[in-house]
């Protein structure tokens, strides 16, 4: 089966640098995404990792290991706007390349 | 390029009457799926769609949900009757490649 896990809340400081983590097992791995969702709001889609390796975008980069599991969204110079929730998901090509999200971590980022 | 549609947003029923979801995906994605999502929960795939082929249902509670994508466009996701524990946004979410494209959700409350 899968699991994704990640850290339920996060609070950071505006202009600072977060990291937040996302760890997973699943026996057919195709590709991990990084979710942004505001309160009230659809997710909208941040980054795709199927290599091993960092992929910067601006301000936001996500960084992965096959080997481990794991997986990260490092957020840095961070605004207000950046309090939303972060959706871990992953991509299974067991049962025809389903698509499973973790539970999210909700950031708040204070002044 | 307009983004996923789905109407209505908000509805507010009764248990054990029925509700309909509708949605319009992006023009040209192939790819359609319908998600629920409870509160500080990430989104649970209910149905995806390969144009008009469902190829993936295994999590839609078919006693009492139904799905169908006449021409490969446009869905309708129903539900009779419904439970107070389908109380949940519902989302759409529509795909060429890798990410998904997410809708404004339904909101649906059960009394």
């Known amino acids: 089966g899968q699991n994704i896990d990640q850290p339920t809340e996060m609070t950071a400081t505006e202009g600072a640098i977060v990291q937040i983590n996302c760890t997973y097992q699943?026996?057919?791995?195709?590709?991990l995404f990084w979710y942004q969702q505001h309160a009230g709001e659809a997710p909208t889609f941040l980054s795709y990792?199927?290599?091993?390796g960092l992929e910067e975008k601006g301000r936001f980069s996500s960084f992965l290991s096959r080997s481990k599991g794991y997986s990260y969204l490092l957020l840095k110079e961070l605004q207000m706007k950046d309090s939303a929730s972060y959706l871990c998901?992953?991509?299974?090509?067991?049962?025809?390349?389903?698509?499973?999200f973790g539970a999210g971590t909700r950031l708040f980022v204070k002044a | 390029e307009a983004g996923v549609v789905q109407s209505p947003r908000y509805k507010i029923i009764e248990k054990k009457q029925p509700v309909a979801f509708w949605c319009n995906p992006i023009s040209g994605h192939n790819t359609l799926y319908w998600y629920r999502q409870n509160l500080g929960q990430g989104p649970e795939l209910l149905i995806r769609y390969e144009n008009e082929e469902a190829v993936d249902d295994s999590q839609l509670p078919k006693d009492r949900f139904s799905a169908e994508r006449l021409k490969g466009v446009d869905s309708t996701l129903k539900i009779q009757p419904a439970e107070l524990g389908d109380s949940a946004v519902y989302l759409c979410?529509?795909?060429?490649?890798?990410?998904?494209?997410f809708g404004p959700g339904t909101r649906l409350t059960v009394t």
């Open positions: 699943t026996s057919g791995f195709n590709g």
């Open positions: 998901a992953v991509r299974d090509s067991t049962g025809g390349f389903k698509t499973i």
């Open positions: 979410a529509s795909s060429w490649t890798n990410e998904q494209y």
């Open positions: 990792n199927v290599l091993d």
